[in-house]
């Protein structure tokens, strides 16, 4: 149950306890933040198994792992390792252009990003059991983050002002099974939980992606690349718990030290887009 | 007319409130000293232990909330919500403290990793026929004191326990549409 919560990347066994002392619901286990590996470019695929046992061993918490696109023997990896979570995601270089992993046949649950409606009930066709905005990772600009989350918010909306006999061909629309697309409609929400990710760095990013209907955060480079990591991490899941309270916003943000530098999703020098990856 | 809060730090807030919409009762979130003043009864939902006992410490909620659960507010925790209720704990992260108030020991994350999650249809004394429990990440209760009823039990562990106004359950009550543990609650503990 990691609703209202923030999960958060993680490097190190060090690190997690400074995660989890900041009152993280789980942590992320990668072998780089997102910044390094654009910084650092490379193919990035799934983290040595010992690290991923090292930062099991270290907290209480539930810990996730990240898997490439489509590629389920990591998938199988990292169930064997009892990693709680698997992350199917497009920060690592994908292994398949073209199929997502089967997540129906393996009994640990999966997180995979979207960045539309059609993309996340695509993904939940394929066994994800939670849906994470893709936002643009390691980047520290909120601004992709927001488009996603927004995006999906608004077409879920649209979908419940249609007549019934619309939904057919909003279903070929979405690219997503007609089944799926009614019960969207019908509940105006997801059938699983819808967290953010992609660019949060500071408490107020963590708050506006909150109000605008966010269950939970991913937090990534924007912890341990800045100034001041544990009271950076504890600020931010504050800010989580009270997204709608500015009082409490304006007090967590006070003395945080250097955020991350950033880069802007627009900058030249920014030549992947992760978010591009998945369909 | 009872109005029940539903401790609002983290977790499956919105699934309780809407178990006590169903039921007809008020229920409301709660984050701050105040709104815990003004409820009568009290769900602790399920979520992470950890990361509500240190909201709870920060914001100032913890000694209000023991001080409530230990004058006879009834309360229900599910889950992350036993273990908040427990007296004592088992395989807490270090240094974590608990509500307390009910008179017990729990073991924390004791069924094991999320791939160890499990469901499964039990009996609960005081319901006919069985609920279904969903068990995720789930405690179960060590060893209980004198005061204490086991109302559900798995592979021999309790995982559904009473003591007057206080009532916990290791599964998620509020994750499927039947309301009748909650009902329970409200009808022995209330």
Same mark, same amino acid.
């Given at each position: 149950?990691?609703?209202?919560?923030?999960?958060?990347?993680?490097?190190?066994?060090?690190?997690?306890?400074?995660?989890?002392?900041?009152?993280?619901?789980?942590?992320?286990?990668?072998?780089?933040?997102?910044?390094?590996?654009?910084?650092?470019?490379?193919?990035?695929?799934?983290?040595?198994?010992?690290?991923?046992?090292?930062?099991?061993?270290?907290?209480?918490?539930?810990?996730?792992?990240?898997?490439?696109?489509?590629?389920? *023997?990591?998938?199988?990896?990292?169930?064997?390792?009892?990693?709680?979570?698997?992350?199917?995601?497009?920060?690592?270089?994908?292994?398949?252009?073209?199929?997502?992993?089967?997540? /129906?046949?393996?009994?640990?649950?999966?997180?995979?990003?979207?960045?539309?409606?059609?993309?996340?009930?695509?993904?939940?066709?394929?066994?994800?059991?939670?849906?994470?905005?893709?936002?643009?990772?390691?980047?520290?600009?909120?601004?992709?983050?927001?488009?996603?989350?927004?995006?999906?918010?608004?077409?879920?909306?649209?979908?419940?002002?249609?007549?019934?006999?619309?939904?057919?061909?909003?279903?070929?629309?979405?690219?997503?099974?007609?089944?799926?697309?009614? +019960?969207?409609?019908?509940?105006?929400?997801?059938?699983?939980?819808?967290?953010?990710?992609?660019?949060?760095?500071?408490?107020?990013?963590?708050?506006?992606?909150?109000?605008?209907? *966010?269950?939970?955060?991913?937090?990534?480079?924007?912890?341990?690349?800045?100034?001041?990591?544990?009271?950076?991490?504890?600020?931010?899941?504050?800010?989580?718990?009270?997204?709608?309270?500015?009082?409490?916003?304006?007090?967590?943000?006070?003395?945080?030290?250097?955020?991350?530098?950033?880069?802007?999703?627009? +900058?030249?020098?920014?030549?992947?887009?992760?978010?591009?990856?998945? /369909? | 007319?009872?109005?029940?809060?539903?401790?609002?730090?983290?977790?499956?807030?919105?699934?309780?409130?809407?178990?006590?919409?169903?039921?007809? @009762?008020?229920?409301?979130?709660?984050?701050?000293?105040?709104?815990?003043?003004?409820?009568?009864?009290? @769900?602790?939902?399920?979520?992470?232990?950890?990361?509500?006992?240190?909201?709870?410490?920060?914001?100032?909620?913890?000694?209000?909330?023991?001080?409530?659960?230990?004058?006879?507010?009834?309360?229900?925790?599910?889950?992350?919500?036993?273990?908040?209720?427990?007296?004592?704990?088992?395989?807490?992260?270090?240094?974590?403290?608990?509500?307390?108030?009910?008179?017990?020991?729990?073991?924390?994350?004791?069924?094991?990793?999320?791939?160890?999650?499990?469901?499964?249809?039990?009996?609960?004394?005081?319901?006919?026929?069985? @609920?279904?429990?969903?068990?995720?990440?789930?405690?179960?209760?060590?060893?209980?004191?004198?005061?204490?009823?086991?109302?559900?039990? @798995?592979?021999?562990?309790?995982?559904?326990?009473?003591?007057?106004?206080?009532?916990?359950?290791?599964?998620?009550?509020?994750?499927?549409?039947?309301?009748?543990?909650?009902?329970?609650?409200?009808?022995?503990?209330?």
């Amino acid at each position: 149950m990691l609703k209202g919560g923030v999960i958060m990347d993680v490097v190190t066994p060090e690190q997690a306890k400074i995660a989890e002392d900041a009152g993280a619901v789980a942590v992320m286990a990668l072998e780089r933040v997102p910044a390094d590996i654009r910084a650092q470019g490379g193919v990035s695929r799934m983290s040595d198994p010992d690290m991923i046992d090292g930062i099991i061993e270290a907290v209480s918490i539930p810990v996730m792992a990240k898997a490439r696109i489509g590629h389920f *023997a990591e998938a199988q990896v990292l169930q064997s390792l009892g990693v709680d979570y698997i992350d199917e995601s497009e920060v690592l270089t994908p292994a398949d252009y073209e199929n997502h992993i089967d997540k /129906w046949a393996y009994t640990v649950p999966f997180v995979c990003g979207a960045t539309n409606l059609g993309e996340a009930l695509r993904r939940i066709t394929e066994g994800a059991a939670m849906i994470r905005s893709k936002g643009e990772a390691g980047t520290g600009d909120v601004s992709n983050a927001v488009t996603h989350m927004r995006t999906i918010r608004k077409e879920i909306r649209r979908l419940g002002a249609l007549a019934e006999d619309e939904l057919y061909v909003a279903a070929k629309e979405l690219q997503a099974p007609y089944e799926l697309v009614v +019960e969207v409609a019908k509940n105006g929400k997801l059938p699983v939980v819808l967290f953010t990710a992609g660019g949060i760095a500071t408490p107020a990013d963590a708050a506006m992606m909150m109000q605008l209907g *966010a269950e939970g955060v991913f937090v990534g480079s924007g912890i341990f690349k800045s100034g001041n990591p544990a009271q950076r991490a504890e600020a931010i899941v504050k800010a989580t718990t009270f997204h709608d309270d500015p009082d409490v916003i304006a007090k967590v943000s006070r003395g945080l030290g250097e955020a991350m530098v950033g880069i802007n999703v627009d +900058e030249p020098a920014r030549s992947i887009q992760f978010a591009e990856r998945g /369909w | 007319m009872t109005t029940v809060g539903v401790l609002a730090l983290q977790g499956d807030v919105r699934e309780h409130l809407a178990a006590l919409d169903r039921l007809g @009762v008020k229920g409301t979130s709660v984050r701050r000293r105040e709104e815990l003043d003004a409820c009568d009864a009290l @769900v602790l939902p399920g979520g992470e232990s950890t990361a509500m006992w240190r909201l709870a410490r920060t914001f100032d909620l913890l000694d209000p909330l023991r001080d409530r659960v230990g004058t006879g507010m009834p309360t229900l925790g599910t889950c992350a919500g036993m273990v908040l209720l427990a007296d004592r704990l088992l395989d807490g992260a270090d240094g974590q403290e608990t509500i307390g108030g009910l008179d017990m020991t729990v073991r924390r994350n004791a069924f094991g990793r999320q791939t160890e999650s499990f469901e499964t249809d039990l009996e609960v004394t005081g319901l006919d026929g069985t @609920v279904h429990g969903v068990f995720i990440r789930a405690p179960w209760v060590e060893e209980v004191g004198p005061g204490v009823e086991v109302l559900a039990s @798995v592979a021999g562990h309790p995982v559904g326990v009473r003591q007057d106004q206080l009532m916990a359950t290791s599964f998620h009550p509020e994750v499927n549409a039947d309301d009748r543990l909650h009902r329970l609650f409200l009808d022995t503990c209330c």
